[in-house]
């Protein structure tokens, strides 16, 4: 677990800016995010709707769009050393590494293939140029269809034709055919019922041993998490607020928000009551100062509501955003 | 392909329905005019001198059967199904005894050649330049076009059309303001007559592809500005996939299905000639022939030009609903 990180996000900043009339307004939906990706490694992020997951991998796989807007810090790919990140980089080096070296799975994956092109086709467009002559290029792509049960006759039916699970396949084998090192699925499994899921879940396992890939994986379902991950990291309000091994979080979380969040899942046997956070998550256009968590928390004291705590190791690969927790609060 | 054929069936099962209900439209409409074009060529030919009522009589009985006016009204009406379908809609009255259907004849490749060309352009240039503009929408040279295609669009044609003609024919005058083709000459397929024919289509065309251009401009960039924030757009951006193919296969090729759909009717719709253009042109189509027609009270020729127009423009949908399915694969052919 010691190899170099494929990913390094340094202090990443990134916010959705408007101008009206000359009045600036920055609705800050990343708020100075650190973590590492390592290599072989996946990663979950995890976090309720609109704590920023989605615009933080957009952030990282350069794919914003105004007015979504880099402000500052990093998101280093081991493969593109000398690239602070790819919102900044040449049109040029990001499209060398496009697919070859990063892919991506969009949310809603099931609804992201043109409509009006066969499969195949979208094959060719988005891997023919990282591999090989078109003779070799068909039977590596049904060879890598077997790996996610897919029939070699797929290429040539046209999205409409195929299950809501056989284009979740398609797109799973379409991310991974150019045996990327980093999959960035910004949850893949969401639309799926659970019988799909667990399948999609085990094919992205099997593909990711089988070729070595770290992926970040994002989603709002713990369950999904608990099944996949490796590491976690638990985002609120923009911000990341701990991050530790998936099992230490089921087992040991400290950050109160992230303790509810596991109490919060229902489990087996156990019949009392599941009880809800008070409040809701802070609209990030006016957000409270100091911790995003405070007006929430049952634990909050005085310097909470003035200043942001700092992400902490506690115990070994185990850090955490909490005054209180890291005891600076006394 | 079975699936295919019975599609094809039942589309053309409504081609032929809806043929049958205009041109029962247009009958009832023309047969409902106060002209009688039995009185009025007998008046015409009896207005400079007398003639016995004898004769009167029998040059009525005649004329009413050239007209298909003999008989009871279903014996009538049946009567002008059967020349419909031979293609025969009787003497045109203005031209006597020239037949209504060699006056369509003669106009129409005049009509078909002229408004085919510029309908065809008009649609391709604006949609391209649309998708562009759609697509790269900081583009300046674009943004300059969409706003000199929306000041455009509301001229009304007939300005347009004399402003070219005053521009073209007077102050500069480069190019012929009047006819198909020069009057001297004999007609043919060789290049002095062909390069005439182009010459006087000219400005007819530059004034429908400037007036039509608007509206398959912005109808394609409002098309295309919704399409790159579909799904599959976003995602083929992603996944580094060639620019100018996204442009092509993942944007114009989603926004062509209604586009060519609006082709076909516009397609279809020439067959009534442009009229306003080839008046103001003294173009010799047949847009031309309807309007004198109707002055003339021709009612043969204006229902000729009614009926060839109800089965091109229904021709034109029915190719289109033909040829749908290869173009969009989602539309189900059952």
Not at chain 1, 213 to 240: C, E, K, N, P, Q
Not at chain 1, 251 to 262: F, K, M, Q, V
Not at chain 1, 292 to 318: G, Y
Request: hydrophobic share 45%; charged share 15%; glycine share 8%.
């Amino acid at each position: 677990m010691s190899a170099a990180p494929i990913l390094q996000v340094r202090n990443l900043r990134a916010a959705f800016r408007t101008h009206h009339f000359g009045v600036r307004r920055d609705v800050p939906a990343v708020d100075d995010i650190s973590f590492d990706v390592r290599a072989n490694e996946i990663y979950g992020l995890a976090g309720e709707s609109s704590s920023g997951k989605t615009t933080l991998i957009k952030t990282i796989a350069g794919v914003i769009k105004p007015p979504l807007e880099l402000v500052g810090g990093s998101a280093r790919f081991a493969f593109l050393p000398d690239c602070e990140s790819l919102a900044q980089a040449s049109p040029a080096a990001v499209a060398a590494i496009r697919w070859s070296k990063l892919a991506y799975i969009m949310q809603g994956s099931m609804n992201v293939l043109n409509p009006v092109r066969r499969i195949g086709k979208t094959f060719e467009d988005f891997a023919l140029r990282h591999i090989g002559s078109a003779g070799d290029f068909q039977q590596r792509v049904e060879a890598h269809l077997q790996r996610v049960r897919l029939e070699p006759s797929v290429l040539r039916s046209y999205p409409h034709e195929l299950s809501g699970g056989m284009r979740q396949r398609v797109t799973i084998a379409l991310a991974t055919i150019c045996a990327p090192d980093f999959i960035i699925a910004d949850e893949p499994t969401t639309a799926l019922d659970v019988i799909v899921q667990k399948d999609v879940l085990a094919m992205m396992r099997d593909i990711q041993g089988a070729m070595g890939a770290s992926i970040l994986f994002v989603t709002h379902d713990m369950g999904v998490h608990a099944a996949l991950t490796d590491r976690l990291g638990i985002m609120y309000a923009g911000r990341l607020v701990e991050e530790a091994p998936t099992d230490v979080i089921f087992r040991g979380a400290l950050h109160p928000y992230t303790r509810h969040l596991i109490a919060s899942l229902p489990r087996i046997g156990d019949r009392s009551e599941r009880k809800s956070l008070t409040g809701v998550p802070p609209n990030l256009a006016n957000a409270p100062p100091g911790c995003r968590f405070h007006p929430r928390c049952p634990l909050a004291v005085d310097i909470c509501r003035v200043q942001a705590p700092a992400m902490t190791e506690l115990a070994t690969q185990h850090r955490v955003a909490c005054h209180v927790v890291t005891g600076e609060a006394a | 392909m079975g699936d295919y054929i019975r599609y094809a069936m039942k589309r053309l099962g409504q081609f032929v329905l809806v043929v049958f209900i205009g041109v029962n439209l247009a009958y009832v409409i023309t047969h409902a005019t106060p002209i009688d074009p039995v009185e009025q060529s007998i008046s015409a030919s009896t207005s400079f001198g007398n003639a016995a009522p004898e004769a009167i009589a029998e040059m009525r009985r005649s004329l009413e059967e050239l007209y298909g006016l003999k008989g009871s009204w279903s014996e009538q009406y049946l009567a002008f199904w059967s020349r419909v379908i031979r293609g025969d809609f009787g003497p045109s009255m203005s031209a006597f005894p020239t037949p209504v259907s060699s006056l369509i004849a003669r106009a129409m490749p005049w009509t078909i050649g002229l408004l085919v060309t510029s309908t065809i352009i008009t649609w391709a240039l604006g949609n391209y330049l649309g998708a562009l503009a759609g697509y790269h929408q900081r583009s300046r040279a674009l943004k300059a076009f969409g706003l000199a295609a929306m000041g455009l669009h509301p001229v009304p044609y007939y300005i347009v059309a004399l402003v070219l003609l005053i521009v073209f024919g007077y102050v500069w005058p480069i190019l012929p303001i009047s006819g198909g083709a020069a009057m001297n000459m004999p007609q043919g397929w060789n290049w002095p007559y062909v390069a005439s024919v182009l010459k006087h289509s000219a400005l007819p065309a530059l004034s429908l592809i400037l007036i039509g251009l608007g509206s398959w401009f912005l109808g394609m960039r409002s098309l295309v500005s919704n399409i790159i924030t579909d799904d599959h757009v976003v995602y083929a951006e992603i996944g580094g996939v060639d620019r100018r193919r996204i442009l092509r296969s993942y944007v114009m090729r989603n926004a062509l299905a209604p586009q060519l759909t609006g082709l076909a009717m516009s397609l279809g719709g020439i067959f009534n000639g442009a009229v306003i253009t080839e008046k103001v042109f003294g173009y010799p189509g047949v847009g031309t022939l309807l309007v004198d027609a109707v002055y003339a009270g021709d009612y043969g020729l204006v229902l000729g030009v009614t009926t060839v127009s109800i089965v091109g423009v229904s021709l034109g949908v029915l190719i289109i609903d033909l040829i749908y399915p290869l173009i969009d694969p989602r539309v189900q052919v059952d």
